[in-house]
């Protein structure tokens, strides 16, 4: 059974750190494209990120570039989101979802991020 | 960037109805669409992908159409388990979108 599960949200400071985790079981985590994608409370799906097989290549959405990183450990199947310099509106639900056909078939239940002083 | 709009917004329906949502492309993009449908607190879900290739283990009542600017959902019988937002998805090179969403409410 393919699984995803997302940890490493909380609550984080104005311009604090936060570093989120994903862990894949369940399939060849290494020949798939992984993405990140937010929902803020209330609000619709928006995509963070996205990183290839290898970690080759990474691609950000304009309002995280530069302050967020997309990373890949495939010998632990693992994906990471390291997110600095937050800000309020960053406060969101945090999906990890696998890359299919131009879609997004598998997702992970998300992991909250709630940006505060 | 592609901008996707959806109509409408929120949809009130019977159990039974035939349901439709369309989805809008601000420019071509052929077949590189995806639905997906989201229950309250929960992850989404993959319906429909490339316009019209239903995702493995969803029902059949769900169907997808179009291709270039203009794209449809159907809902052929709407069941109790169909109440949820449904959302569209451009796929590109360079970047993703999501549509705004559509809540499917009695």
């Known amino acids: 059974e393919v699984q995803l599960v997302e940890s490493g949200g909380g609550l984080v400071q104005p311009g604090g750190s936060l570093r989120l985790s994903c862990a894949a079981s369940?399939?060849?985590?290494?020949?798939?494209?992984m993405h990140w994608v937010r929902q803020a409370p209330g609000k619709g799906l928006v995509w963070v990120s996205r990183?290839?097989?290898?970690?080759?290549?990474?691609t950000y959405a304009d309002s995280v570039e530069g302050r967020f990183t997309i990373s890949r450990d495939n010998a632990k199947n693992v994906l990471y989101l390291e997110m600095n310099s937050v800000r309020a509106d960053d406060t969101s639900v945090y999906y990890c979802?696998?890359?299919?056909?131009?879609?997004?078939?598998?997702w992970g239940q998300g992991t909250l991020v709630t940006v505060s002083s | 960037d592609v901008q996707l709009t959806q109509s409408p917004s929120t949809l009130s329906a019977s159990l039974g109805d035939r349901v439709t949502i369309t989805c809008r492309a601000s420019?071509?993009?052929?077949?590189?669409l995806a639905w997906y449908q989201q229950k309250s607190g929960k992850a989404p879900k993959l319906l429909i992908y490339?316009?019209?290739t239903l995702e493995s283990g969803v029902p059949s009542r769900f169907g997808g159409s179009g291709s270039g600017t203009q794209f449809t959902l159907t809902i052929s019988s709407l069941q109790p388990d169909d109440f949820a937002t449904y959302y569209c998805?451009?796929?590109?090179?360079?970047?993703?979108?999501f549509g705004p969403g559509t809540k499917v409410e009695i």
């Open positions: 979802t696998r890359g299919g056909d131009g879609s997004f078939d598998q």
């Open positions: 369940g399939f060849t985590f290494s020949s798939h494209w």
């Open positions: 990183i290839d097989h290898d970690g080759g290549s990474r």
């Open positions: 420019q071509t993009i052929a077949n590189s």
């Open positions: 490339k316009a019209s």
């Open positions: 998805q451009h796929y590109s090179t360079y970047t993703v979108t």
